[in-house]
C-alpha cells in the first residue's frame, strides 16, 4: 500500500479565541476582554463560553488586585445567547447548556478579588447575566446601552443565574418585574433601579471600572435598596405574597398559554427559599423543558427570522440609494408617526400638509411622541431635542429638492394620492425614491399616471409608528429593485422589520386580516353575537378579537380596505358595516361601532343585532377556528400567487403586524404542526359555509412550508 506523503497541509487552525485574559496593568488591574471574531454582537456560543471559563482560570491564576469584564466591540456588551445554540436541541441538550453556563458564572462570582463589568452596549439576557456575576456594575450613558433578561419573551428563561442574581441584587418586586416584562432598562433606569452602580459617559468606561476594580471592596448583594424590597426578598410571608401577586398576574395575562413567566417566578421563589443551588437546579431543569417545548420553539424561531430578515429582505433586489433627507407628505396620524420614527433614527424631516395649521398640528403630534419617548427613557432630553430639531414643515414642496426619499400619508384616497404623486415629480430630484403609506390601494393604481412608475413603492407602516416593528414593502411589478431596495435599507435604518411583498389590494398584511374580518362580519349576519366572537379569539390567544380591533382602527377605514380586497378577490363586500357607518357608528373614537364606549367599559351595540338580523340558535364553539384557519388558508393563497416570496416574511408579517398570536409561531409555521386538522376543518367549514372556506392546494399538499 502506497501511502502518500504529500497531504495537503491543514488549514491554519490557529483561531482567534472569543474572549481573552489581560495581565494587571501597573494599577494592580487586570482584565477579561469579550470580542467574538465571527460576530458583532458577542452572541454567546459554546466556544465563548469556553474561551470565557479559560479567560477566569487565567484571572484566579495570576491573582490580580481587581478585575474589569469588558467589551473588545465598540458599543456592544453581550446580546445573550447565540440562538444557533438552541436549534434542535432536546431538553436534556439545554439543560446542559444551562448548567455549563451557570457553572462557568459562579466561578466568576466565586474570584477572591473585586470585578467589575464595563458595560459599554447592550447587555441582555446571558450578557446581563455576566455583568450579574461580577461585583460593580459601571455602564456608559450612550443610546445603545441597555440592561435587561429578555428571556421570557423567547418562551425561555434567565438560566445563567439570572433568577438567582437579579433578586439577590435589585429585590425581589423589581426582579420579577423585569424578569417577567423582559423589559430593557436604559443607563438612568438600570441606575434607579440598582442594576448598575454608576453611569458614565462612554469615553472614561474603562478608567473608572479600573479605579473601581482597584478601590472596592468585594460585596454582597443586599437584596434591594428600601427596607421594603429588602423584606420582601428576605422575610418569607412577605415574600410568599409578593410571589403568589405575581402568579396570579401573570395567569391573568397569558392565559396559561406562555409557560415561561411562570417558570421563571418559581426558580426565583425556589432560589430565595432554600438557597442559590437549589434555584439554580431549579432554573436549569425549566429551561430544558422550555427550550424544547412547543411555545419556546416557536418563539425562538421567530425571533430567528426577525434577526435574519435585516438582510434575507434585500434578496433580489438591487443596492439601495443613501438617505440622509426624507420628505413625508400628509402630516395627519401616521405621517406624523412616520416623520417622528425618521427623525429619531437621525434622519432629517421636511413634512408638507394642506395649510399652516395642519403642518402645526403634526409638528406638535412629532414634539409629543418625542418628549414622551425620552420620558420613558428611550432618549435622553439632549437627543430628544435634536430629534424634534430635524423634523420641519411647510404646507408647499419648499425643500423637498433634496429629498432622498419622500413618503406620502395623505388620505386613502385613490385621486388624492395620484395627484400628491404628480406634484412630486415636479418637485424631486430624478434619483429621489417615492413611496406610498396606503392601506390597501394598489401601488400600481396610484403610480398609474406617473412619468417615472419605476421609481414609486409602497411602504405600509402599522400605526401607532413608534411601537409597532413590521414595515411591509411593496414592490410593483414596474418598480425598478433599487427603489425597492432603498425603501428596505430605510425600515432597517428605522429600527423596522421589513417584508417584501407583491402588489395588490391589501398587498400581504391587510388582505389576510380583511378576508377575516370580512368573515367575522358574515358571522355576524349568521347570528353569532359581536363578544362571542371577539371573546373566542382572544381565548384563542389573539390580542384583541377582530370587531374590537375594527372599532380601533375606524369603521370606514376597515370598511374600505375590506371592499378593496373583497373586490379584487371576487367575494361580496360585508353591508352590515357601511350600515352603521350609515347611522353614525364610526369606531371607538367616533361614536362607537360593534361597541358602545362609555369611558372605560364597553358593551355591544344593540343596533349591531338589530341591523344583522335576529339570533336563530346558532353554534359557536368553531369561532377562532374558522376565522383562524382561513386567515391561514388566505396566507397559503398569499404564498401561491407569489404575493409572498417566503413563509418565513408571511410568519413575521403575520406576528408583527397584526398580532398573530406569536406562540403559535405564524400562520405557516402553524399550518405544518396543524396541517390535517387545518385541512379537515376547513373543508367541513367550507361543505357548511360556502366555497371560500375551501383549504387551498398548497395546505392540501403534504410538503411542509418550512423544512425544519
Ligand atoms: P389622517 O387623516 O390622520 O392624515 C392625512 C393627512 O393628510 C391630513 O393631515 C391631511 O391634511 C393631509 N393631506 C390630505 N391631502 C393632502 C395633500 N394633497 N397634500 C398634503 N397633505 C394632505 O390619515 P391617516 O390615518 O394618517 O392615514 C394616512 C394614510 O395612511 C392613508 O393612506 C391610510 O390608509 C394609511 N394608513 C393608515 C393607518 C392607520 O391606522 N390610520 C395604518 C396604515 C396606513
Given at each position: ?5 504529500e ?38 456560543n ?96 450612550a443610546?445603545?446601552a441597555r ?44 441606575l434607579?433601579?440598582?442594576v448598575?452602580?454608576?453611569v ?6 474603562l ?7 482597584a ?14 424590597e ?17 402568579r ?23 432560589g ?12 436549569a ?122 413618503i ?92 417584501v ?6 398587498f ?58 373583497a ?33 372605560k ?7 349591531v ?54 406562540f ?45
Open positions: 500500500m502506497i501511502v502518500s506523503t497531504r495537503p497541509s491543514p488549514v491554519a487552525t490557529a483561531r482567534r479565541p472569543s474572549v481573552v485574559f489581560v495581565a494587571a496593568d501597573p494599577s494592580g488591574v487586570a482584565r477579561i476582554v469579550i470580542d467574538r471574531p465571527d460576530d458583532a454582537v458577542n452572541a454567546i459554546v466556544m465563548l463560553l469556553e474561551d470565557l471559563a479559560t479567560a477566569i482560570a487565567a484571572a484566579r491564576e495570576a491573582r490580580p488586585r481587581g478585575l474589569v469584564v469588558a467589551s473588545g466591540k465598540e458599543s456592544q456588551f453581550v446580546a445573550g445567547a447565540d440562538l444557533a445554540l438552541l436549534r434542535g436541541a432536546s431538553a436534556a441538550d439545554a439543560e446542559r447548556a444551562s448548567r455549563e453556563m451557570q457553572r462557568v458564572l459562579n466561578e466568576l462570582a466565586a474570584l477572591p478579588f473585586t470585578t467589575v463589568a464595563a458595560i459599554n452596549g447592550p447587555a441582555l439576557g446571558g450578557g446581563l447575566e455576566i455583568a450579574l456575576a461580577c461585583d460593580v456594575r459601571l455602564i456608559a450613558d443610546p445603545g440592561v435587561g433578561l429578555t428571556e421570557t419573551r423567547l418562551g425561555l428563561i434567565p438560566a445563567a443565574g439570572g433568577t438567582q442574581r437579579l433578586p439577590r441584587l435589585v429585590g425581589l418586586p423589581r426582579a420579577l418585574e423585569m424578569i417577567l416584562t423582559a423589559r430593557q432598562l436604559a443607563p438612568r433606569r438600570a434607579k433601579a440598582g448598575v452602580d454608576e458614565v459617559h462612554p469615553a472614561v468606561l478608567r473608572a471600572s479600573s479605579e473601581h476594580a478601590h472596592d471592596r468585594k460585596r454582597k448583594p443586599s437584596g434591594g435598596r428600601t427596607l421594603i429588602r423584606t420582601a426578598t428576605h422575610l418569607a410571608p412577605l415574600r410568599a405574597l409578593a410571589i403568589r401577586s405575581a396570579s398576574r401573570t395567569l391573568a395575562e397569558t392565559k396559561g398559554r406562555y409557560p415561561a413567566p411562570l417558570a421563571a417566578i418559581d426558580a426565583v421563589a425556589i430565595l427559599a432554600r438557597g442559590m443551588t437549589a434555584g439554580l437546579e431549579a432554573e431543569r425549566a429551561f430544558g423543558t422550555l427550550a424544547a417545548g412547543e411555545t419556546g420553539r416557536n418563539l425562538t424561531a421567530l425571533l430567528a427570522l426577525t434577526l435574519r430578515q435585516r438582510r434575507a429582505a434585500f434578496e433580489g433586489l438591487g443596492d439601495p440609494r443613501p438617505v440622509t433627507n426624507v420628505g413625508v407628505v400628509g402630516l395627519g396620524f401616521m405621517g406624523s408617526g412616520i416623520a417622528q420614527a425618521a427623525a429619531a433614527a437621525g434622519l432629517r424631516v421636511r413634512a408638507r400638509d394642506r395649510d399652516a395649521a395642519a403642518v402645526a398640528k403634526g409638528l406638535s403630534t412629532i414634539r409629543e411622541l418625542t418628549t414622551e419617548g425620552a420620558r420613558k427613557g428611550v432618549f435622553d432630553r439632549r437627543e430628544a431635542a435634536r430629534v424634534i430639531g430635524r423634523v420641519t414643515g411647510g404646507p408647499d414642496l419648499a425643500g423637498f429638492s433634496h429629498a432622498d426619499l419622500v406620502e400619508a395623505v388620505f386613502e384616497e385613490i385621486d388624492t394620492k395620484r395627484r400628491v404623486i404628480a406634484e412630486l415629480e415636479k418637485a424631486l430630484r430624478e434619483d429621489a425614491v417615492i413611496a406610498s403609506n396606503t392601506s390597501a390601494l394598489p401601488i400600481a393604481e396610484i403610480a398609474r399616471d406617473a412619468r417615472a412608475p419605476e421609481r414609486i413603492v409602497g411602504m405600509h407602516f402599522f400605526s401607532p409608528v413608534h411601537k409597532m416593528p413590521l414595515l411591509e414593502i411593496i414592490r410593483p411589478k414596474r418598480a425598478d429593485p433599487s427603489a425597492v431596495a432603498t425603501a428596505v435599507a430605510t425600515a432597517n435604518a428605522l429600527g423596522k422589520t421589513p417584508i411583498v407583491g402588489d395588490g389590494p391589501g400581504y398584511t391587510t388582505r389576510v386580516l380583511s378576508t377575516m374580518i370580512g368573515e367575522a362580519f358574515a358571522m355576524l349576519a349568521e347570528g353569532i353575537d359581536v363578544e362571542a366572537i371577539d371573546r373566542a379569539m382572544t381565548a384563542f390567544g389573539w390580542p384583541v378579537g377582530p370587531l374590537r380591533l375594527v372599532d380601533e382602527v375606524g369603521l370606514e377605514p376597515a370598511a374600505h380596505a375590506g371592499e378593496t380586497v373586490k379584487a378577490r371576487g367575494i361580496g363586500a360585508p353591508t352590515l358595516v357601511n350600515a352603521l357607518v350609515a347611522e353614525g357608528f364610526k369606531g371607538k373614537q367616533r361614536g362607537g361601532g360593534f361597541y358602545l364606549y362609555d369611558g367599559r364597553r358593551r355591544p351595540n344593540p343596533r343585532r338589530a341591523i344583522a338580523g335576529d339570533t336563530h340558535g346558532v353554534v359557536v364553539e368553531d369561532i377562532a377556528q374558522r376565522l383562524t384557519f382561513m386567515l391561514v388558508n388566505e396566507a397559503t393563497r398569499c404564498l401561491e400567487e407569489a404575493v409572498l416570496r417566503s413563509p418565513a416574511e408571511g410568519d413575521l408579517g403575520a406576528v408583527l403586524g397584526f398580532g398573530f398570536p406569536p403559535l409561531g405564524g400562520p405557516f409555521r402553524y399550518a405544518d404542526a396543524n396541517r390535517h386538522e387545518i385541512v379537515s376543518t376547513l373543508e367541513r367549514f367550507a361543505a357548511a359555509h360556502g366555497a371560500h372556506l375551501e383549504p387551498t392546494e398548497s395546505l392540501r399538499s403534504r410538503r411542509p412550508f418550512f423544512s425544519l
